[in-house]
């Protein structure tokens, strides 16, 4: 019984070296080292060049790509690539377009020198944007191709060590980006671009492993569906898209004048920039929102698009959400998925300018938050997985919240040390630990949350949900710690994540009541 249980292990140990498992930690580490080159290492290059930490802070809406792909996944899962698709099938013509475009985004954003100029300002701008709608498109196909690639027994390996991969894919981003830029010379008060010009472009050139990784690979062997619809049809809606989202932008670019008017008299009425900024920035999104939104429907009902499509796409997975939990429990399980994350994610979005400001160096900051933050952030996943197994989701989602949001009272501490090594280190393990150990359990709640038959646009809808509020509040926090200075701003991350725990409460009540009232109706049957 030892030797048979010893082998047990050796053969789960193997699985780990199959070439499935390997190929999943190189497409991790691909779809990983875009994000930062978004956040944190953008962040302090623009703060080095000098820019203002209310403008830095915008620059975290490039990546609301991530937010939105749930509206173009069924294009990548079904939209064939002329001339690509046929060389190397569905899914690695999907995996090269977008990480050609990576490498170009980043490449472009690498000659872009934002201290120049506002029109710099905005090339980076529009580089960032391309390059987190890049990433987000290889995040779906990569989903689409380690799905594909193996058996259910599979796929958590698979999982693993792609995640494995991700997080290294974030060191050298985060980490990695940094010491290069100090090693080429640039610094705080000695700004460089040639520093961040050459780290950008050995960025873009790391992105080379992954494109190597498609290309060795085969595609998944999977036995295809039926089309149900024509390549016409979604081309035609690939196109509705392209038009959709330039609407989007256009509303945004033609109401830059209003919007400045109206800045200018809420900062009278409000005698605050930031919350003028908050509000006249939010009616822009709104809007903008709307007006894509009736132009989309205005063209749909035009018969540009088969109806069809858009219903099997969108509607019915949508619509199964709601038929197995009901409406009340429905948009209180979205809520729940929109806020889960706020407190950690409108703080990250700022914390390295926040480090730089207290005075440590590029080096000091790569050290702790990109390297030792993210292997306490690994280790409070592996706590959160063994601990949600052992106690549950809920029970876990309540200590996840309670710890993600608890621990941004922390920096209120580090703020008062000052640059102080030990209190940074102690304030990065607690965080990270924290948002690990909350993550873990999230993760397993979104999965319990989706339908086998519409997995991957559901899941692609709650992990777009995650971010979406938070990430567009956290394009305001450098405006934010300008008005009310660093101290309130840490109480205020901790305070948006107070209801997060009543609707985590009500949620679990809702999900004992719903389990009783299914228990009592089999009770009744038999």
């Not at 509206?71 to 990548?76: A, F, K, N, R």
Request: charged share 15%; aromatic share 14%.
């Amino acid at each position: 019984m030892e030797n048979v249980a010893k082998q047990s292990w050796i053969e789960s140990l193997k699985v780990f070296f199959d070439i499935r498992s390997i190929t999943m930690l190189f497409l991790g580490f691909s779809s990983g080292l875009p994000i930062l080159l978004i956040f944190s290492s953008l962040s302090l290059w623009l703060r080095e060049a000098g820019i203002e930490r209310s403008a830095v802070t915008y620059f975290s809406w490039a990546a609301l790509g991530y937010s939105f792909k749930f509206i173009w996944s069924p294009l990548v899962d079904k939209l064939p690539i002329p001339f690509l698709t046929k060389m190397f099938g569905k899914r690695r013509s999907w995996l090269l377009l977008s990480q050609f475009f990576i490498i170009i985004s980043i490449s472009w954003m690498a000659f872009v020198d934002p201290s120049q100029s506002q029109n710099s300002l905005t090339y980076m701008a529009l580089a960032a944007v391309l390059l987190g709608f890049s990433s987000a498109t290889q995040d779906i196909a990569v989903d689409a191709f380690r799905i594909e690639s193996a058996e259910t027994e599979l796929q958590a390996i698979l999982a693993a060590t792609y995640i494995a991969g991700y997080r290294i894919g974030m060191i050298v981003a985060g980490a990695g980006s940094l010491f290069l830029a100090d090693f080429f010379g640039s610094q705080m008060g000695a700004y460089s671009h040639a520093a961040w010009r050459n780290t950008y472009l050995i960025m873009a050139a790391l992105m080379l492993i992954g494109v190597f990784t498609t290309f060795i690979r085969p595609e998944p062997v999977v036995k295809e569906s039926k089309a149900t619809h024509s390549t016409k049809d979604y081309i035609r809606f690939f196109f509705l898209f392209l038009i959709v989202a330039a609407c989007f932008v256009a509303c945004f670019f033609f109401s830059d004048e209003l919007a400045k008017n109206l800045n200018e008299k809420l900062t009278v009425l409000f005698h605050n920039d930031s919350l003028a900024d908050f509000v006249v920035g939010s009616l822009r999104l709104g809007l903008a929102v709307i007006v894509a939104t009736l132009f989309a429907y205005g063209l749909g009902k035009s018969g540009i698009v088969n109806t069809d499509m858009v219903e099997e796409g969108y509607v019915e997975p949508v619509r199964n959400f709601f038929q197995r939990y009901g409406t009340s429990l429905s948009f209180l399980l979205l809520a729940l998925v929109g806020l889960y994350r706020i407190s950690d994610i409108v703080l990250g979005v700022i914390s390295n300018v926040f480090y730089q400001d207290l005075g440590f160096s590029k080096t000091e900051i790569a050290s702790a938050v990109k390297t030792f933050g993210v292997f306490m952030s690994l280790l409070g996943g592996f706590l959160g997985g063994v601990m949600t197994k052992r106690f549950g989701v809920m029970r876990m989602l309540w200590w996840g919240a309670i710890l993600a949001a608890g621990t941004n009272l922390l920096f209120m501490l580090l703020s008062a040390a000052g640059k102080n090594n030990f209190m940074l280190y102690s304030v990065i393990a607690a965080d990270n630990l924290a948002a690990g150990l909350a993550s873990a359990a999230f993760v397993a709640f979104l999965s319990s949350l989706t339908d086998v038959s519409f997995t991957a646009v559901q899941y692609a809808i709650f992990t777009s949900l995650m971010t979406l509020l938070p990430k567009v509040l956290g394009g305001y926090s450098g405006g934010m710690v300008d008005s009310i200075g660093y101290h309130n701003f840490f109480v205020f991350t901790t305070l948006i994540g107070v209801p997060v725990l009543y609707i985590v409460h009500l949620c679990g009540k809702k999900f004992e009541l719903r389990d009783q009232i299914q228990t009592n109706e089999i009770f009744e049957e038999d």
